[in-house]
């Protein structure tokens, strides 16, 4: 089955800076590559995806980029701030479901 | 609804007990997916309902888990004899259809004890 690893576990980062979490995958077929935001007690939610006929995506401070051929992708967000910490899951479709990674806990300090 | 609906939002149980725990999709989603989630851990994927019926079940770790969406909207997850194990946070998903963005709900955190 499919095999998502994501890195780093733990990142903080200043207030304003750039965060970059990366994830790979195993699956040549997968072909849709969501993230997903979880704060504490909530259950994670949508905030970019990716389909593997395209090789970036971006959405205000947030953007997804997706090598196929190394069967990566990585999550950008520019000019972060406290409310963007939380914990940060990449995902890869394949077969009928979405497999997860292991999480990237995001920190950042005023 | 708004959004995905899931009861109770917490569960406590002692081990050998029966549970059931409900999701409400999205009106309109024929796409419902359980996961299960540990403590700082990924969600791991359990069954995969489009309308009634089970089209991945492969994620089910054994025959005390069991799932049910009768008419193709309210989703009932059951776990007989439940063990201290099976503590986690039991997450419900749902989607227009396979292979899109998927919407969570709050989960219910079982706690066996």
């Known amino acids: 089955g499919e095999n998502v690893e994501q890195h780093p576990s733990t990142l903080s980062v200043q207030e304003g800076d750039s965060a970059v979490i990366k994830c790979t995958y195993s699956d040549s077929a997968s072909n849709y590559f969501p993230w997903y935001k979880q704060e504490l007690g909530k259950g994670p939610q949508l905030i970019i995806d990716?389909?593997?006929?395209?090789g970036e995506k971006k959405d205000q401070r947030i953007a997804v980029t997706l090598n196929k051929t190394a069967k990566h992708f990585s999550l950008h967000i520019t000019e972060t701030q406290p409310e963007d910490s939380a914990v940060y899951f990449c995902a890869a479709f394949s077969g009928y479901a979405l497999n997860f990674g292991k999480g990237t806990s995001l920190l950042v300090t005023p | 609804g708004a959004g995905v609906s899931q009861t109770p939002s917490n569960k406590v149980t002692e081990k050998g007990k029966y549970v059931e725990l409900r999701c409400d999709p999205i009106?309109?989603?024929?796409?419902l997916y359980w996961y299960r989630q540990s403590l700082g851990q990924g969600p791991e994927f359990l069954i995969y309902f489009q309308g009634t019926g089970a089209a991945d079940d492969s994620g089910l770790p054994n025959d005390r888990f069991f799932a049910v969406r009768p008419e193709g909207s309210v989703s009932t997850l059951k776990i007989q004899r439940t063990e201290r194990g099976d503590s986690a946070v039991y997450l419900c998903a749902s989607s227009l259809s396979a292979g899109n963005g998927y919407t969570f709900g709050s989960g219910t955190r079982l706690t066996v004890v």
């Open positions: 009106s309109g989603h024929t796409a």
């Open positions: 990716i389909r593997s006929n395209v």
